[in-house]
């Protein structure tokens, strides 16, 4: 079974920059797409971006040229950089972790998660 653990959250102002970490354990890290959800009170869980064992990556149309997910394979860890932060973008954000290379954008397809960490951005 595949573990994930998130990092990195906090408090940032607007216009800020954080940088998420997940680091996999208990399993082949090169064999899996990771990826970035994010969770409001109240709201169903949505995708923020993906990176495949290939390095494909993609993103929600709302972060992309402020988010940046990368993977460092010897240290099975993946990345989510995060700048520009935005009063929309507080949440809860949970990394996950499939051997699916379709379907991103859907929480179900995700097979391993972790506890999330927290966002919050400050006006």
């Known amino acids: 079974q595949v573990q994930l653990v998130e990092s990195g959250g906090g408090l940032v102002q607007v216009g800020g920059s954080l940088r998420l970490s997940c680091v996999v354990s208990?399993?082949?890290?090169?064999?899996?797409?990771v990826g970035w959800f994010r969770q409001a009170p109240g709201k169903d869980r949505e995708f923020v971006a993906g990176?495949?064992?290939?390095?494909?990556?993609r993103y929600r149309d709302s972060v992309k040229g402020r988010f940046t997910i990368s993977r460092d394979n010897a240290k099975n860890t993946v990345y989510l950089q995060m700048n520009n932060l935005k009063g929309e973008d507080p949440d809860v954000y949970y990394c996950?972790?499939?051997?699916?290379?379709?379907?991103?954008?859907?929480?179900?397809?995700?097979?391993?998660w972790g506890q999330g960490t927290r966002v919050t951005v400050s006006s």
């Open positions: 996950a972790a499939t051997v699916k290379g379709y379907n991103w954008e859907f929480a179900r397809e995700w097979d391993s």
């Open positions: 208990e399993g082949t890290f090169s064999r899996y797409a």
């Open positions: 990176v495949s064992w290939n390095i494909f990556t």
